[in-house]
């Protein structure tokens, strides 16, 4: 398997301002490339710690990719020092310093000299177009290593990366995508009970790679199956899945990009349903989620926030009695809420939400984290109980997400 | 200024599972104590990265702070490899065998012999407690370089750091906190409108350094203020404060860590007064804001997510002519939805949102961005008029951020 190195340069992500997101998003791509980053390493704008930088990246790995510090500022200490450690030196390209001067023609602008920096490479470099930027990327092989410069903002980094510098990677390293990488996602068991749920498939993973990820209360297998060819890859995928599908069930919600909203609004539009919601502690969350993605006023009628015992008794007819007896937080009063607004909004299916988030609130019998979740469907209607644990946030965050599996499992009976 | 480099250890960073929340968090923290970070560098768990990465960094900087790599699997190797570069090696301690035996007995099981690793320390290494965890941290210093691992969990990183090991740098480095690092916070303006609208101050930054940051459609400007002492220091943030107060005005909503929800709760608190939303195009992300604090139940009542005109008409009684005449999204909408929610809650305050959160269903004349958000008190009615550029949920945060800021400008009048 092939090493990549990568260097992130920029003094914002060294003073805490700005989170690295480039470095993640190059770690997933190569990987799927079948290349393994082995370290990455984040540096100021001088010219020794980038020297240092790319030499370790070249000592340790083959291919050294390093993100930011392209502007016309800094341009020329990134490119001028790791064409440097490649032993090679800039030089002007005509045509590049014409695509820059027609760059700011385009706009009216007289080119300030200082750009035309941006024009420099080593005879040797490969020049990786920049349409949405002044700052050209550059590609250098030498013998068996490559270096890559990309610019820093995502939006110029991320085309760049797919459109030009991996076309060149699998060219020179004679890369394919041979493997698959996919991600199975699941909501209810926490990360060391599917741990234990698929140990006998990690201890023998026949032809992949299993990484075990959690998520804001899911649970994330990230298989990578590596086969002679892609279909081959395929092949291995499928049957791991299948082994995995065995031992995890119907917690598995989905795969890859699905997210749980976005797998009800399939289920809801395939089955011409409508929906709407009475949420207490998660405060709006839920038709938050539900309305995350466009399209969903097809399926989503609205809701609503029942925070107060006011509020739900006043828009949603819960019924003193059944608040006084049993409580805010009880089935009892879930399953009312859900049957309340179905009611009030003639949706097919009412999902309710009451708990104690916290960290206040709780009591022995009653305590933090305690949640109760109602679904209501025709003459149909249930509650289950639920008991997190977890900071306020995470409990809403948890809550929401289970309401929408409760209803995806409701909707796949 | 003291350098410190940084260094990060675990596969789960390099796959591209897992965002580094660490190194952000230690880089503000030592900037506020006046330690530069002047790089940082994430690798696996082989002996000869992590001997590198020290290598670098006691190279470059004065003190080096590793985070992760310290289960029981792996403990041994950072610390194994850290305590080689120091030049001494690890030894047993009978105290904290003790402590990790007592650890596991009051969870009745067997301390498994791996653990014992856990114990090892240098002689001359100090130990940092982990009351939430089995790894303990390190701190080493020889001569004027310093050396401290921490461990990965950030909810086990922060207070080790907080309560360990900076009151050990600021005693070997006689440090204090001289420097004041405040943030002040802004809603309305852009980042380069904040930028052009405090040039002057920017330039003449009086003893301070000023860094942009644009968060989730808020602009923050964070103020670094280098004095001779603590209170030299207050009063150079003060002074550089009042000036861009004076360039920004009421569009400053608070500092540090008030949030637009908690500046609002205050207001609502101290005025006693109550709250209800009525949301379209939010789909109850308003209603989540305000209740992310604990203890919102004392001014939030709960709303109505009027995403559908049913909801809008059941449940607001908006009039169905309102919504004929001059469509869902419409100042006149957003009003009636303001005046319903105010008279089925009985708070004092109604707030709506109504708008194109998009990518489809926008028009010429009301294009994706376009909102209305509405505030209703007593005989008090207003809305008001706002165009976002965006992704559908960049679109939904500024609404519903507006809207709180909205609440915000009308209670501090």
Redesign the interface.
Known sequence: MKKAYLISTGT?L????????N??????KL?ALGI?????????DNP??IR??FN?GLG?ADIVISTGGLGPTFDDLTKKVASEVMGTTLELRPEEAERLQAFFERRRRKMPEINLKQAKFPPEAEVLANPLGTAPGMYLKKGEKVIALLPGPPREMRPMYLNELEPLLCRDFRLERKSVMRTIKILGPGESQVEELIAEVMKNPVGCSL?L?AYEGEV?I?VTAEGEDLDHSRGIFDSISNRIQEKIGHNIFGYDDDSLSSVVAGLLKDQQKTI??A?S????????L???L????SY?????????N??KT??LNVDNAILDKYGAVSPQTAEAMARGIVK???ADIGVSITGI????GGTDSKPVGLVYIGLAEGGFCQSKELRFVGD??GI?MLSAKSALDIVRRHLQK
Request: proline share 3%.
């Open positions: 914002e060294l003073i805490g301002s700005t989170i690295d997101t470095s993640v998003f190059l770690s997933e990987l393994r980053v082995t370290g990455k390493s984040t540096i100021g020794e710690s240092n930088a370790i340790s990484a990820i994330h990230r709407a919601v949420e502690c998660t405060g709006g969350l839920l038709g938050r539900l309305t995350d466009p399209g969903s006023s989503f009628w609205g809701g609503v926030i029942s925070y107060s006011n509020a006043k828009m009030q909004s003639g988030a916290g960290p206040e306020r946030n809403r």
